[in-house]
């Protein structure tokens, strides 16, 4: 059993959220982000998708309706990472958000590996939105071993893709 290790391919199907207004979430993650409702589970939650895959995030409010967003220093989920396609596809829905004025964007990244925009949705819960660089350009020690970093994203340059 020590051994065991999970196959490359499987990949995490989709992440299921506490809200504490099903109509926010979705005109945040709809109205903003641009998933498409799949369905409503009455007025207690939704199942959102890109590209019709039945959901890749479920929204509900069973336990939370009308409460306030959980404690920053307790455990939970830190963030969801929704990544996307390409360089411009980053590039497209930060200028979205900064059209709309979107008073929640906590960050902005460069990992060498990856270009990530970070926000939180109007619960507070944590977003990753992201772009993966192509595997032979990422940054390799001398040995071959992968060097992730953290640098300031550079927002100019992620927008010219859009010229």
Not at 53 to 78: C, F, V
Request: hydrophobic share 35%.
């Amino acid at each position: 059993m020590a051994d065991y290790q999970i196959p490359a391919q499987t990949r995490i199907g989709h992440v299921h959220l506490k809200v504490s207004d099903l109509q926010r979430s979705l005109d945040f993650y709809c109205g903003l982000l641009g998933f498409k409702l799949m369905m409503k589970y009455g007025e207690q939650a939704a199942f959102i998708s890109a590209g019709g895959y039945h959901h890749h995030i479920g929204l509900n409010t069973w336990h939370s309706k009308g409460s306030g967003p959980a404690p920053e220093r307790a455990p939970g989920l830190y963030h969801t990472a929704i990544l996307y396609p390409e360089r411009k596809d980053l590039a497209a829905i930060f200028k979205r958000l900064m059209d709309a004025k979107y008073p929640h964007i906590t960050g902005a990244s460069d990992h060498g590996v990856s270009e990530a925009i970070y926000l939180g949705d109007p619960d507070r819960n944590g977003v990753e939105l992201y772009w993966d660089r192509p595997r032979t350009d990422w940054p390799k020690d001398a040995d071959g071993e992968l060097t992730m970093f953290t640098q300031r994203l550079d927002l100019e340059g992620l927008l010219a893709e859009l010229e």
